[in-house]
């Protein structure tokens, strides 16, 4: 199969267009001088007509791939499937402030998505060196009083009113 594969790229490098009409294939050329030159390759594919249909269906169900990407295989796995994430950290503060402030959205809304969930964040914090315990469940309102005191704090803001420290 791999010939006929290597064949049916070199076709439609050249601009021809194959497709499936019913079981037949059909190909499309530019013009007649197109035709004459990929005789050749298309009388390969003519000897193993079957095999060509059987590759032309496979690959109708596989979505169209971006400009300049091919695809090397398409054998996808049956569910569920694991997927592995790496990240590479580079500002740990800055890391490390950003996540807060997910997990503080996260805990404030609790039904909006960040793309990571609660244990999530807090693993991320953790391997940047931020160990956190979640302690309680902790009201939308009180996180809110708890960002305008660390934000008094960051900005040297002493005349909060005593409900709001």
Not at 18 to 29: A, E, F, N, P, T
Request: aromatic fraction near 4%; hydrophobic fraction near 40%; include cysteine.
């Amino acid at each position: 199969m791999s010939g006929i594969v290597e064949v049916l790229i070199e076709i439609e490098a050249a601009g021809a267009v194959l497709r499936l009409d019913g079981d037949k294939v059909k190909i499309s050329y530019q013009d007649e001088t197109q035709r004459r030159q990929l005789a050749e390759q298309v009388g390969i594919l003519r000897t193993r007509r079957v095999e060509v249909a059987h590759w032309l269906k496979a690959r109708g169900n596989i979505p169209p791939m971006p400009p300049g990407v091919r695809t090397l295989c398409w054998n996808l796995k049956l569910p569920p499937v694991a997927i592995d994430s790496c990240s590479i950290v580079t500002d740990c503060d800055l890391f490390a402030r950003t996540t807060l402030e997910q997990l503080r959205i996260a805990l404030a809304e609790p039904g909006r998505w960040l793309g990571w969930t609660l244990p999530q964040l807090i693993d991320r914090l953790r391997q940047v060196g931020v160990d956190l315990a979640m302690e309680s469940v902790v009201e939308p309102s009180q996180l809110r009083l708890s960002r305008v005191r660390e934000t008094a704090k960051v900005e040297g803001v002493s005349d909060l009113p005593s409900s709001a420290t």
